[in-house]
Structure formats: C-alpha cells, structure tokens
C-alpha cells in the first residue's frame, strides 16, 4: 500500500497502529429523530443499499461510512453528509434508491478526479448549507454557500 496514504498513531494505551488514510466520510442520517420516520411522514431510509453499494464498489479504504443519528437540520430528512477531501457536501430529501446510487456514483467521480467536483443532477438539486460558513470550491480561499453555485 502506498506510504503516503497510512498513517502510525499511538493511541492512548501505547499500541501503535498503522492506519489506512482515508479521502472521505460518507455520514447518513438513519437513526435520528426525523429521517426514515414514516411515522412521522418521512420517506424511509435504505440503510441496506447504502451499505450494499459500499461494500460492492469497494470503497473501505476510500471513503469511511456511518449511519447515525441526527445530523440536522430536520425539516430537509433525509439528510446526507459527505466530507471529502475536507470538503462538506450536504445533500437532503435523499428518499430513493436512485439518489442514493448517484451519490455513490459521485464518491467514485471523485476518487477518479484530479479535484474536486460539485455534483450533477439529479444530486445538486439536493446540495445544500444550512450553516454559517461556506465550503470551498476547487481548492481556492474564497468561501461560498453551496446553494449560492446551483
């Protein structure tokens, strides 16, 4: 495996460990107070497809997934958060399986680019920062909201 993409951490008991180095987190909103709640009106959420297409495309040592709980904000479930390079993308309203699999399709957009990309559609309708700070786009100092580029 390529040196530049491990790592050697100590960890607090003194065991050192050699760690893949990963170039995003794909956080999906499964268990939280809202998303997936057809009880409440809400699309479900396909926790099994998410981890399906992980493991067939995959992307272990690429891109780390975790199905939590609440990532906000609520009224936009189901809420999708892929941290890639350092850079957030927020997608909501992901109710279907087709939207799932372009977001898959996005992460291996990304891994086969040379930089970073805003999605195509139907996913960057769905972009979004309800948040204070901006992203940056294409690697440069300025900071703009997402939703301002669609």
Known sequence: MNEARMAVVTRADGETINMVKKRGHLF???????CGRTDKGFATVQQDLYHHE??????????????????GPCSLANVVLLQFDGQPIWFHSINDERLIVAIYDYIEGLLSSAGFMLPS?????????????GAALNGDQAYLPLDSVG
Request: glycine fraction near 8%; hydrophobic fraction near 40%.
């Open 28 to 34: 999906v909103c499964s268990l939280g107070c809202c």
């Open 54 to 71: 992980w493991e067939r495309r995959k992307l272990r040592n690429h891109v780390h997934l975790t199905q939590s709980g609440c990532l």
């Open 121 to 133: 559609a139907p996913l960057r309708e769905l972009v979004f920062n309800g948040f204070a700070w």
